[in-house]
Every structure is written in C-alpha cells, then in structure tokens.
C-alpha cells in the first residue's frame, strides 16, 4: 500500500514487477485493500483496458500512520546500535531479501 501511495496511478501490472511478486499474489491483496477502503482502482484514459491504483483518504491515514511507525523504529534501532550499525543491518536484511 506504501508504494501505491507514493506512486499514485501505478498499475497492477508495474506493482507485481517492483515487488518481484506474480499477479496470482497481487491480486488478491488489491483485492482486499480495494474491499477495506484503502485504495481504489482508476481507469486509465490512455487505454480503457487498464487501471491505475491509488490510495484513498482513509488509506492515506493508514500509509501516514505506517511511516510514523517506521521512524520511531528506525529511530530506535540507531540509539541501540548506532548509524554504522544500522547500515550494516540494513545492508544484511536487503541482502537476505535479494536471496528469498
């Protein structure tokens, strides 16, 4: 939902490319983000045929409240292990995503 509302319009088909994930994975999380409220799907004027996402007021409030709790955390981790450390532990998770 976070890369929806910072790319408003982006299509199903640009999110499963981003994510690395299929469209038998995407579809039902639009699904039911588009079910609670949270998004909602625009057609495009370019090609009827398609649709872009985007986030709603209520998903904006959800996504705003995300990043709040993102950089408490982040802000946590760094007085525990400090900025280098925290790179480092960055620089592992990302790594260990790029093997998954």
């Given at each position: 939902m976070v890369l929806i509302h910072h790319n408003p319009g982006i299509?199903?088909?640009v999110l499963t490319q981003v994510t690395r994930r299929?469209?038998?994975t995407i579809t039902p999380i639009v699904s039911e983000l588009e079910h609670k409220g949270l998004i909602m799907r625009m057609r495009s004027n370019a090609d009827?045929?398609?649709f872009g996402l985007s986030t709603t007021a209520k998903g904006?409030?959800?996504v705003d409240e995300l990043d709040r709790i993102i950089r408490y955390h982040e802000k946590r981790i760094e007085?525990?292990?400090g900025a280098e450390g925290r790179q480092e532990l960055l620089k592992q998770v990302k790594l260990l995503a790029?093997?998954?």
């Amino acid at each position: 939902m976070v890369l929806i509302h910072h790319n408003p319009g982006i299509t199903p088909r640009v999110l499963t490319q981003v994510t690395r994930r299929d469209k038998s994975t995407i579809t039902p999380i639009v699904s039911e983000l588009e079910h609670k409220g949270l998004i909602m799907r625009m057609r495009s004027n370019a090609d009827r045929r398609s649709f872009g996402l985007s986030t709603t007021a209520k998903g904006a409030e959800v996504v705003d409240e995300l990043d709040r709790i993102i950089r408490y955390h982040e802000k946590r981790i760094e007085e525990l292990i400090g900025a280098e450390g925290r790179q480092e532990l960055l620089k592992q998770v990302k790594l260990l995503a790029a093997r998954l």
